[in-house]
């Protein structure tokens, strides 16, 4: 395959017949600045939800942001740390260290750059709905559960992993709310839902909600001695401020990457999906089109390259992305600036973001779980089929109670189920009874007086199927046999409306034409579609039949059966 077909990065289209002029340099360069302060706050909470330092999450932003920028196949995709990944990364940490999140992230950026080279971009778009709201609401609850601690300042608590763990204790532990800690992360709270709704939408209230929580907290500490939670309390290494991150290299051995391929294919899953959605999304907005398949492999070398710099999952961030587009971005230039005004804010700002209170950054991702929760969409759900409810409640309550991967491999195994069972009840075989039998190709579309009435002679079974011959119609397949008669001689299989058979099928097939054959009768098909009858002769059964046998057409394949009839 040629690779420019596969991997074909926007960015490199920019410069070309002088697509990219001045205005829009500053256009990007506005936007980009704008996203990057927007980024801020994010990527410091996203780190520290993660269970992993806030400058982690800022080198995440910076790396990946820059990366995904220059070799994505979005316009505007603004990469990072998001939301989607606090659970699972929680989980992975907890479980196998920072060294095992950083084998199962660069797992995770080889299998991503193998679905963009084997071009399985679309086939994302074919996830069910009530997969993606069912896990998509579970880790925004997961997100606010974690997040209760801190907003009520229970420091000193020690708070087990699990949702219903998290509650117990919290219920436990309501001695120990700190009011006072509350007070400030209430304020914080609403003051982003204050600001989100009435003022400004170029800024966002979590930007807000920091400077405000900050400057609260250093007034009153300066002033009457309270003590809050900050940054800085939780990490005290970062008043020193930060030099750049060393490229390190784990040691990875087989038994590591046996037991994080799981972990490894759900950071994969996540990315893939959280990316393409957000990449759809920018371009309904701006009329552009993304390549899908560039992304992935944008987004597989992004979570290669990150780790190795401390950094942890990153995929494309569709906040982010739509504010970048609301302030006026017109290329992926405003990504890259977006990484710079971090990288600057990591290089000389870091001693600052320590007085940043825990209780703002829990308000700050509580909105963040609010914003991910789909409610809205999750009670629009529960009024669909039961299957797809089923679908959306397996996922959401496997998320909150057990973990992000066995949800999303639960709830893929479920939707494959239901859709092979809906798939077998579209599909049928029935046995055509009657004294004459219509000979046109399309029953449903001809005309009264196009139909031709063909003779059946005595002998002779006609058969239809109706739908894919696959695995899922087995058990079916086994009604011709059930129904065979002693003077049968010959059994047309009409197969006009098959538009697929795999190999199960060409089995059972093959099964019937031999017990058919020890019985003495003749097997003859009729209407196979050329895609249909490759298959047969890449599996030889067209020879076991004999070509003779296959027809295009019921026309001849009855008068051919006519003519056997008669002869015996």
Same mark, same amino acid.
């Given at each position: ?23 829009? %340099?500053?256009?990007? %360069? ?16 996203? +780190? ?9 999450? %800022? ?52 299998? %991503? ?7 399985? +971009? ?24 974690? @997040? ?83 940054? +800085? ?53 701006? &009329? ?10 944008? @987004? ?57 209170? !825990? ?34 409640? !397996? ?63 005595? &002998? ?109």
């Amino acid at each position: 395959m040629a690779i420019n077909k596969v991997f074909n990065p926007q960015f490199f289209h920019l410069f070309k017949k002088g697509r990219y002029n001045k205005e829009n %340099l500053v256009s990007d %360069l506005i936007a980009g600045v704008i996203v990057g302060i927007i980024a801020l706050p994010l990527a410091i909470a996203f +780190g520290i939800a993660s269970g992993v330092t806030p400058q982690q999450g %800022l080198i995440t932003a910076i790396v990946a942001g820059f990366i995904i920028a220059v070799l994505g196949g979005s316009r505007f995709l603004i990469g990072g740390p998001t939301g989607a990944f606090i659970v699972i990364i929680a989980g992975i940490i907890a479980k196998y260290g920072m060294t095992g999140l950083t084998i199962a992230t660069i797992m995770a950026g080889i299998f %991503l750059i193998i679905m963009g080279v084997c071009k399985m +971009g679309a086939i994302f778009k074919f996830i069910p709905y009530p997969i993606i709201v069912g896990f998509t609401s579970g880790i925004a609850l997961t997100i606010f559960s974690t @997040q209760i601690k801190d907003f009520l300042g229970l420091t000193n608590v020690d708070v087990p992993s699990g949702f219903i763990p998290q509650w117990g204790c919290y219920l436990s532990n309501i001695g120990e709310i700190n009011w006072l800690e509350t007070a400030l992360s209430a304020l914080c709270l609403i003051s982003i839902i204050i600001w989100n709704r009435y003022m400004s939408k170029k800024i966002p209230g979590a930007v807000i909600a920091i400077i405000l929580g900050t400057a609260i907290s250093l007034i009153l500490t300066n002033t009457t001695g309270v003590e809050f939670a900050t940054i +800085g309390s939780k990490f005290p290494g970062l008043s020193t401020g930060m030099a750049l991150p060393e490229f390190s290299i784990p040691n990875i051995n087989y038994e590591t990457i046996r037991e994080l391929v799981s972990p490894a294919f759900t950071i994969a899953m996540l990315c893939a999906i959280e990316s393409l959605l957000a990449a759809m999304v920018a371009d309904g907005v701006t &009329g552009k089109q993304h390549h899908s398949n560039t992304e992935l492999i944008a @987004q597989g070398v992004a979570n290669i390259v990150t780790p190795l710099f401390g950094g942890i999952p990153s995929t494309g961030a569709l906040a982010r992305t739509m504010a970048s587009i609301n302030n006026g971005a017109k290329s992926s230039v405003s990504g890259l600036v977006h990484s710079f005004a971090l990288l600057l804010i990591f290089l000389f700002l870091m001693p600052y973001v320590i007085y940043i209170p !825990l209780g703002c950054l829990a308000a700050i991702l509580i909105i963040v779980a609010y914003n991910m929760s789909e409610w809205r969409s999750f009670k629009f759900l529960l009024r669909g089929e039961r299957t797809d409810v089923a679908v959306l409640l !397996l996922t959401f309550f496997l998320t909150v109670i057990v973990d992000l991967t066995v949800a999303i491999e639960f709830g893929i195994l479920l939707a494959i189920i239901f859709f092979v069972r809906r798939t077998m009840q579209t599909s049928s075989i029935r046995v055509i009874e009657a004294d004459t039998l219509a000979a046109t190709e399309d029953d449903d579309m001809a005309q009264s007086d196009d139909i031709e009435h063909l003779d059946i002679h005595k &002998g002779i079974e006609v058969y239809e199927i109706n739908g894919p011959y696959f695995f899922g119609l087995a058990s079916r397949s086994e009604e011709m046999e059930n129904r065979h008669k002693n003077e049968t001689i010959c059994r047309i299989i009409r197969m006009r409306k098959v538009p697929f058979i795999d190999s199960t099928g060409v089995r059972n097939l093959g099964n019937l034409c031999r017990m058919a054959k020890q019985r003495g009768v003749q097997v003859i098909l009729s209407g196979v579609r050329p895609e249909v009858l490759s298959t047969l002769e890449r599996f030889g059964l067209d020879k076991e039949i004999g070509k003779e046998n296959i027809f295009d057409n019921i026309v001849p394949a009855l008068e051919y059966a006519n003519k056997l009839a008669d002869s015996n």
